[in-house]
């Protein structure tokens, strides 16, 4: 089998990931972190290109990695119309559609470009997207939001949901299209997606913030406020917008989209306690430390799910009526002879 070489590029809201893979095996991995003030420059999504194609250029470079080694640069898929899972390859139509976008603005949007801008210097190489945004498995229900004029769409993480569901599935020896999973992203945008049998056919739309608050977006807001705010004549459409998605949850409360600079807030004393909590109770949720009911699993993806959080929450333990009744043991416990007491021959 001929060594394949392949970067791998995963811009997000508040991070850029590179790897360079030698066939499976990872060789190079690196996560660049932006802050609200790395990003305040720039006006638009798509005005970040060069910053973060440049970003890239210089860690590899740093790390001797050998570009004109690469066979394939790999992009996250960005706001396209939607389209099957799958590995596409990049061609001039989704370029032209990353970058006049009519479903709007996203950092997953820069993945592609930015492996098509670089495969342009590399003979050997061809550019890729994988499981891009806008991947659309949803069963007809799920499109029903509560008003016809608003119909609900499948905009969500796909490239990590799927990536994590399908690594759970080889953990347990089973195909990813026979289990039923929740996968929770917990990253600048929160999604939670019901995959079923290999389809993900429910999952909150989180680009524009439906869904829990999360580090940069207000999530799924009282509706009749929002609207009263939209017509109050204080704020424009764009401003509005921002409050949204860039400049809502813990950036509009506490000023950063950085989690772990709420934890040393926390520490110092200095973050709004209730804040905090609400969000912790998120990270757990999604983390897994909840109960998962029914479902094979609980599986969640991307570095909030490495925050601190709370003790692990149990609901099922928690309400008395769901807890499993179990008769007293051998009262002699380990040294004895372990049957249920009314079988006890101890005593």
């Known amino acids: 089998m001929k060594d394949i070489r392949v970067l791998a590029i995963n ?8 790897a360079v893979y030698q066939n499976t095996e990872p060789v190079f991995l690196k996560n ?25 250029l210089q860690q ?14 790999v992009g996250r898929g960005g706001l396209l119309k939607p389209i099957p899972s799958g590995i596409y390859e990049v061609n001039e139509q989704m370029i032209d559609d990353l970058k006049h976008s009519p479903m709007g603005e996203h950092a997953s949007n820069l993945g592609g470009l930015i492996a098509h801008d670089l495969v342009q210097n590399l003979p050997n190489a061809k550019a890729y997207i994988v499981d891009p945004i806008v991947v659309d498995e949803f069963d007809d229900i799920a499109r029903i939001s509560g ?13 990590n949901q799927k990536a994590v569901a399908r690594e759970y599935a080889r953990s347990v020896r089973k195909k990813y299209e026979d289990l039923n999973l929740i996968v929770v992203h917990l990253g600048g945008g929160i999604t939670v997606g019901a995959h079923y049998r290999g389809r993900v056919i429910d999952v909150n739309q989180g680009l524009d913030g439906e869904g829990p608050f999360t580090p940069e977006r207000s999530g799924t807001l009282p509706t009749m406020d929002l ?3 939209c017509f109050s004549g204080k704020y424009a459409q764009k401003e509005v917008a921002k409050m949204v998605k860039g400049e809502g949850g813990l950036v509009a409360y506490l000023g950063t ?57 149990n609901r099922r333990a928690e309400d008395p ?16 002879c372990g049957a249920p007491r009314p079988a006890c021959r101890c005593t």
């Open 11 to 18: 811009p997000g809201s508040t991070s850029t990931k590179i």
């Open 32 to 56: 660049i972190k932006h802050t609200t003030e790395d990003l305040a420059p720039f006006a638009n999504i798509a005005d970040q290109f060069h910053f973060r194609k440049e970003i890239i």
């Open 60 to 73: 590899l470079k740093e790390a001797d990695v050998q570009i004109n080694d690469l066979q394939a640069v």
């Open 147 to 159: 008003h016809p004029l608003l119909k609900r769409i499948s905009i969500f993480h796909a490239l």
């Open 227 to 229: 609207v009263r705010l």
């Open 257 to 313: 989209n950085n989690a772990y600079d709420v934890e040393k807030m926390v520490d110092a004393g200095d973050a709004g306690e209730q804040v905090v909590a609400e969000f912790r109770q998120i990270i757990a949720v999604g983390s897994g430390q909840a109960d998962a009911g029914d479902d094979d699993a609980r599986e969640s993806t991307h570095g909030l799910a490495r925050v601190a959080a709370p003790p692990p929450i």
């Open 321 to 336: 009526r769901r807890r499993r009744r179990t008769p007293p043991s051998c009262p002699r416990g380990s040294g004895g």
